[in-house]
């Protein structure tokens, strides 16, 4: 995974990461956003239709996966019933063989607040300063980070039962060279939120366990799904969603078993990378893509500087 060519993208990425350490302080060996997390392993199976969208290997066998389930926000001892710990993310790895793999990076909630990294660089700046209004106006003039600071976010009852988007558009190629955008989706067996109420009752580190206590009794289960752009859907910004009414195709299903073992030192280690880089998907020329792979990278190099948590 390397750094983009584009020195601006990377610029960028490193301003976004010191107002990241602004706002939440420097943790060493922790990620600079989704902090507070725990990875489990399985494996991915998929689904027949999934050959007929996309060449990419990982859609035609079987193979070990790694799930990171994370908190929001760079606090790594954030309570998992503190509002601002939504949305959770989701970070899936398909081992395809040694040194090689492939990611999908998801959150609970389909958008994004902001177009690109410069936006949202400026909406983190007006949120700082919120005694100055800043962030008020920021918010006036772009709907988008209205809609998706307004939107629900609430507290799962289980990371087991909260579904995660990848949020940004995906080229999907086949065999016979057909292209196809998509946006994937993991949809858990059910879901199911608390109350505020229910949530506050609730102790700091209940979702890190309840998964623990759910794995000793049977697998915890997700279908990927993809939803499928349609002529004329915009594909590459990811403030713009597409109709509910695109089709939705099971790409396969993911079926988790256990923790991954020394799970503080992987999570350490593992960094996620947004765009798949293999034959048969690409990323779309949606401007997010280049600067989360920057940023994830730097962070990810420094994290694993550090010396070794938990
Ligand atoms: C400008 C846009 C974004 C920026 C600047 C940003 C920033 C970051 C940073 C700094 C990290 C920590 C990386 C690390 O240390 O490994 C991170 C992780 C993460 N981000 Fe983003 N992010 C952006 C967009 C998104 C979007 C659109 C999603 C969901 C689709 C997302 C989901 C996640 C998740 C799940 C993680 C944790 C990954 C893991 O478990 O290693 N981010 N992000």
Redesign the pocket.
């Known amino acids: 995974m390397p750094l983009p060519d584009d020195a601006k993208v990377v610029a960028l ?1 490193n301003d ?2 010191a107002i ?1 350490d602004q706002i939440f302080g420097l943790h060493p060996g ?6 507070k ?1 725990i990875m489990l392993k399985g494996t991915f199976k998929p689904s027949p239709q999934a050959v007929k969208l996309s060449r990419a290997e990982h859609f035609s066998r079987e193979l070990p996966v790694f799930v ?1 389930f ?1 908190n929001s926000t ?1 606090l790594p001892q954030l309570p998992d019933n503190d509002p601002a710990a939504n949305p959770r ?3 899936l790895r398909f081992f395809l063989a040694e040194h090689r793999h492939t990611d999908i ?3 609970s909630i389909d958008s ?1 607040p ?1 177009r ?2 410069a936006e ?1 660089l400026d909406f983190l700046k007006a949120s700082i300063d919120s005694q100055s209004g800043a962030l008020d106006k920021f918010i006036a003039a772009h709907p988008a980070t209205e809609s998706f600071i307004k939107a629900p976010k609430p507290t799962p009852a289980s990371f087991a039962t909260e579904k995660y ?4 558009a995906f080229k999907f190629i086949n065999a016979q060279g057909a292209e196809q955008y998509g946006r994937f989706r993991i949809l858990p067996e059910s879901e199911e939120y608390l109350s505020q109420e229910e949530a506050a009752k609730k102790d700091q580190d209940f979702l890190l366990a309840e998964i623990l206590e759910r794995l000793k009794d049977k697998p915890v289960r997700f279908k990927l799904m993809v939803q499928l752009a349609q002529e004329g859907d915009i594909t590459n910004d ?1 403030t713009v969603r597409w109709p509910e009414d695109r089709p939705l195709v099971e790409l396969g299903a993911i079926e988790l078993t256990e923790p991954v073992e020394d799970n503080s030192a992987k ?1 350490q280690q ?3 990378d ?1 765009i798949p880089r293999i034959d048969g998907l690409e990323a779309s020329d949606d401007p ?1 893509f280049e ?2 792979a920057a ?2 990278l730097l ?2 190099r ?2 694993r500087a550090a010396a070794p948590v938990g």
């Open positions: 990425a976004l990461l990241f922790y990620r600079a956003a989704h902090a997390g990171r994370s760079g993310g989701f970070a990076v998801g959150h994004f902001n690109d990294g949202f988007f990848a949020v940004l990811a999570q593992i960094i996620f947004p997010l600067l989360r940023i994830y962070s990810g420094r994290r």
